[in-house]
């Protein structure tokens, strides 16, 4: 089985651009997750999506969005770049069998997104 | 709110020490916790998820415990190998969803 696949995985931008993120998950899996990393905050959550619907949000600005589609691909939108925004954009799915958090997480290899 | 840490950031062994990696963490209404590990510049691999009802899981030479009531895990690396070098970083599943808290992560060194 393929794992998650993340696309582009290099992005160099400039301040005020707006770039979008693709994420593939697992097959069969429902539940795609996304997490910001940076060296000053570490890991951190941003949002996840699940049958198309977004389940939890993160404590991030209004800039930072997200959609799932039918076929549980994700996609994520970051408009008015800013310096900060610069980071490892991860994603992540699971079977999400159960609302709990029971499942297993995959995490593909990272979108890594440049900000000049 | 959930916090999440590890002690200590960075470690470095030499080659077949056995070793343990810290992790606590302050809500102990957790669900699960998971282990991860991340190869420089790279996404993160799963090592092992313990269920909240368990008390520790084995893959290999991995071993992972939990104690929900003191706050803390544990993850135990037999017979390092220069292979094991990564950041290993723990994560609590707190509430409904698929919604991870990170800890800092663990910089290990396996030294020949």
């Known amino acids: 089985k393929a794992g998650v696949t993340q696309t582009p995985r290099y992005l160099i931008k400039t301040r005020g651009q707006q770039v979008t993120l693709s994420c593939s998950p697992i097959s069969g899996h429902r539940s795609v997750s996304w997490y910001q990393q940076t060296p000053g905050q570490g890991l951190q959550f941003l949002f996840e999506y699940f049958s198309e619907t977004q389940r939890n949000k993160g404590n991030f600005p209004g800039r930072f969005s997200g959609r799932q589609f039918s076929n549980s691909r994700s996609e994520m939108n970051v408009s008015t770049l800013e310096l900060g925004d610069s980071a490892l954009y991860l994603c992540?799915?699971?079977?999400?069998?159960?609302?709990?958090?029971?499942?297993?997480?995959?995490f593909g290899p990272g979108t890594r997104l440049t900000v000049l | 709110k959930q916090e999440v840490t590890q002690i200590p950031a960075a470690l470095s062994v030499p080659e077949g020490e056995n070793l343990v990696l810290n992790c606590s963490f302050t809500?102990?209404?957790?669900?699960?916790l998971q282990w991860f590990r991340q190869d420089p510049g790279k996404g993160l691999t799963s090592l092992l998820l313990i269920q909240s009802s368990q008390r520790e899981q084995t893959s290999g030479r991995l071993n992972a415990s939990l104690d929900k009531s003191s706050g803390r895990s544990t993850l135990y690396i037999a017979a390092s190998q220069p292979g094991d070098s990564a950041t290993y970083l723990c994560a609590a599943y707190t509430g409904g969803g698929n919604k991870l808290t990170f800890g800092t992560g663990t910089q290990l060194k396996v030294e020949l």
């Open positions: 992540a799915s699971s079977l999400a069998l159960t609302s709990g958090g029971a499942d297993t997480q995959y």
């Open positions: 809500d102990s209404a957790i669900y699960n």
